[in-house]
C-alpha cells in the first residue's frame, strides 16, 4: 500500500512537470509557433505591408506569364535580312523572349527559363518594388512611426499557389507602445505553375517531334506550287508575292487550328488532323500573324514571276502531240508562332520560330 501511495504522487509529479514544461516552451517559442503577438491598435499597419508584398508578388506573376516566364528582359538583339528575327517578339507592347530562334548570324538559339531562374526574378521584383511603392502616409497622419529595413525575398512556385517570405524588419510604434515584426509570408492563389509545367512539355513536343514544321510542309504542298506538271503548251506563271501573301494566310489559318488532347479539347474524325498527341489539361492557342517577322524565299523563282516553261513546243517535239509545263520550287520559310496557355484569366505564353529548310 505505501509503494502504491509513492507511485500515484511520483505519477503526479510527472504530470506537473510535464504542464510546467509545455508552459515554458509555448512562451518561449509561442513567436516561432505562432508568430509573434502584434496588438491590435498596430496590426492594421502589419497586414497593410503584408497587402503590398502579395500586390507586387502578382504583378511579377502577371509579368512573368506574358514575357515567356522572364521579369527582367535581356537587351534586345536584332534580326537580319537572313533571319529577321530578334531576341523577342513584340506581342502587344511587351517583349516576349523566343525559347528558340534564328540569331541575325543564323545560329540557333534558346532561352528558356528554369523554375529556379522564374522564383529569383519573382523575387528580386518584390525587394525592388515592394518598400517602394508601399505607403505609409495614412498612418503617419495618424501618430504611427514607422522604421522598415530593405527587404530579402524567397519565391516558391507551386501547381496552385506561390508562397514569398520577406525577410523585412518592421518597427511601428505609436506614443508607448510598439510591434516588430520580420518575417512576412504570403500565399497567393494561381496556377502559374500548372501553366510553366504545359508549356515546357509542348516545347518538348516541337523539339521532339517537329509538328510545326510538319504542318508548315503540309502547308506549303498544299496552297502553294511546288513541284509537279501543267498539261500546257503556254506554260503557268504565277506572281511570287502572290503566293508568299496565299502562304501566310494559309499559315494563320491553320497554325491557330492546331490543338492538343487532354481534357479541355476531345477530338472528333473531322478534326484529328490537327490534334497534337500531347494530352493537356489547359486551353492552349498557337498563333501566327502574318505582320510579324517572316522569312520567304522561292529557289526557282524571281522576284515577281514564277514560270514553269513549257515542254513540247520546241522544233521536233510537235510530233508527241502534246505540251507540258514541269515546275519545280525550292522554299525556306521561317515565322515565329507564339504558344499560349490559358487557365481562367492566367495566361503564359512564349514563342518559337519554325524553319521549313528546303521544303
Given at each position: 500500500?505505501?509503494?502504491?501511495?509513492?507511485?500515484?504522487?511520483?505519477?503526479?509529479v510527472?504530470?506537473?512537470?510535464?504542464?510546467?514544461?509545455?508552459?515554458?516552451?509555448?512562451f518561449?517559442?509561442?513567436?516561432?509557433?505562432?508568430?509573434?503577438?502584434?496588438?491590435?491598435?498596430?496590426?492594421?499597419?502589419?497586414?497593410y505591408?503584408?497587402?503590398?508584398i502579395?500586390?507586387?508578388?502578382?504583378a511579377?506573376?502577371?509579368?512573368?506569364?506574358?514575357?515567356?516566364?522572364?521579369?527582367?528582359v535581356?537587351?534586345?538583339?536584332?534580326?537580319?535580312e537572313?533571319?529577321?528575327?530578334?531576341?523577342?517578339?513584340?506581342?502587344?507592347?511587351?517583349?516576349?523572349?523566343?525559347?528558340?530562334?534564328?540569331s541575325?548570324?543564323?545560329?540557333?538559339?534558346?532561352?528558356v527559363?528554369?523554375?529556379?531562374?522564374?522564383?529569383?526574378?519573382?523575387?528580386?521584383?518584390?525587394?525592388?518594388?515592394?518598400?517602394?511603392?508601399c505607403?505609409?502616409?495614412n498612418?503617419?497622419?495618424?501618430?504611427?512611426?514607422?522604421?522598415?529595413?530593405?527587404?530579402?525575398?524567397?519565391?516558391?512556385?507551386?501547381?496552385?499557389?506561390i508562397?514569398?517570405?520577406?525577410?523585412?524588419?518592421?518597427?511601428?510604434?505609436?506614443?508607448?507602445?510598439?510591434?516588430?515584426?520580420?518575417?512576412?509570408?504570403?500565399?497567393?492563389?494561381s496556377?502559374?505553375g500548372?501553366?510553366?509545367?504545359?508549356a515546357?512539355?509542348?516545347?518538348?513536343?516541337e523539339?521532339?517531334?517537329a509538328?510545326?514544321?510538319n504542318?508548315?510542309?503540309?502547308?506549303?504542298?498544299?496552297?502553294?506550287?511546288?513541284?509537279?506538271?501543267?498539261?500546257?503548251?503556254?506554260?503557268?506563271?504565277?506572281?511570287?508575292?502572290?503566293?508568299m501573301?496565299?502562304?501566310?494566310e494559309?499559315?494563320m489559318?491553320?497554325v491557330?487550328?492546331i490543338?492538343?488532347?487532354?481534357d479541355y479539347?476531345?477530338?472528333?474524325?473531322?478534326?484529328?488532323y490537327?490534334?497534337?498527341?500531347?494530352?493537356?489539361?489547359?486551353?492552349?492557342?498557337?498563333?501566327?500573324?502574318?505582320?510579324?517577322p517572316t522569312?520567304?524565299?522561292?529557289?526557282?523563282?524571281?522576284?515577281?514571276?514564277?514560270?514553269?516553261?513549257?515542254?513540247?513546243?520546241?522544233?521536233?517535239l510537235?510530233?508527241?502531240?502534246?505540251?507540258?509545263?514541269?515546275?519545280?520550287?525550292?522554299?525556306?520559310?521561317?515565322?515565329?508562332?507564339?504558344?499560349?496557355?490559358?487557365?481562367?484569366?492566367?495566361?503564359f505564353?512564349?514563342?518559337?520560330?519554325?524553319?521549313?529548310d528546303?521544303?
Open positions: 500500500m505505501i509503494f502504491d501511495k509513492k507511485g500515484q504522487v511520483a505519477i503526479f510527472i504530470i506537473a512537470l510535464v504542464i510546467v514544461g509545455g508552459i515554458l516552451v509555448f518561449v517559442f509561442r513567436e516561432q509557433l505562432f508568430g509573434p503577438s502584434i496588438p491590435a491598435e498596430f496590426r492594421p499597419v502589419f497586414d505591408y503584408k497587402s503590398c502579395e500586390e507586387e508578388t502578382r511579377a506573376i502577371d509579368l512573368a506569364g506574358s514575357q515567356g516566364g522572364r521579369i527582367f535581356e537587351p534586345y538583339i536584332p534580326g537580319s537572313y533571319a529577321p528575327f530578334s531576341s523577342q517578339l513584340n506581342f502587344l507592347g511587351f517583349p516576349v523572349p523566343y525559347w528558340y530562334y534564328l541575325g548570324n543564323g545560329l540557333i538559339k534558346e532561352n527559363p528554369t523554375k529556379t531562374e522564374i522564383q529569383d526574378e519573382i523575387s528580386q521584383y518584390v525587394e525592388e518594388r515592394v518598400n517602394e511603392n505607403n505609409f502616409d498612418f503617419y497622419t495618424k501618430g504611427f512611426f514607422i522604421n522598415l529595413s530593405s527587404p530579402s525575398a524567397k519565391t516558391t512556385i507551386n501547381d496552385a499557389n508562397v514569398v517570405d520577406v525577410s523585412s524588419n518592421l518597427v511601428v510604434s505609436k506614443e508607448e507602445g510598439s510591434a516588430r515584426l520580420s518575417s512576412h509570408n504570403v500565399d497567393v492563389k496556377n502559374f500548372k501553366l510553366y509545367a504545359t515546357r512539355e509542348i516545347y518538348a513536343k523539339k521532339s517531334a509538328f510545326l514544321e504542318y508548315s510542309v503540309d502547308v506549303l504542298r498544299t496552297y502553294a506550287p511546288v513541284d509537279g506538271v501543267e498539261l500546257s503548251c503556254s506554260g503557268k506563271v504565277w506572281k511570287t508575292r502572290e503566293v501573301s496565299e502562304l501566310k494559309a499559315l489559318a491553320n491557330a487550328a490543338k492538343f488532347k487532354g479539347y476531345t477530338s472528333t474524325k473531322e478534326n484529328k490537327f490534334v497534337v498527341d500531347l494530352p493537356v489539361t489547359q486551353q492552349v492557342n498557337l498563333v501566327y500573324s502574318a505582320a510579324w522569312k520567304i524565299e522561292i529557289g526557282g523563282a524571281d522576284d515577281e514571276l514564277m514560270t514553269a516553261e513549257p515542254v513540247g513546243t520546241q522544233e521536233g510537235g510530233v508527241m502531240g502534246f505540251c507540258y509545263a514541269p515546275y519545280h520550287f525550292v522554299y525556306d520559310i521561317s515565322y515565329p508562332v507564339l504558344v499560349q496557355v490559358l487557365d481562367g484569366n492566367e495566361i505564353q512564349f514563342p518559337v520560330v519554325v524553319v521549313v528546303k521544303n
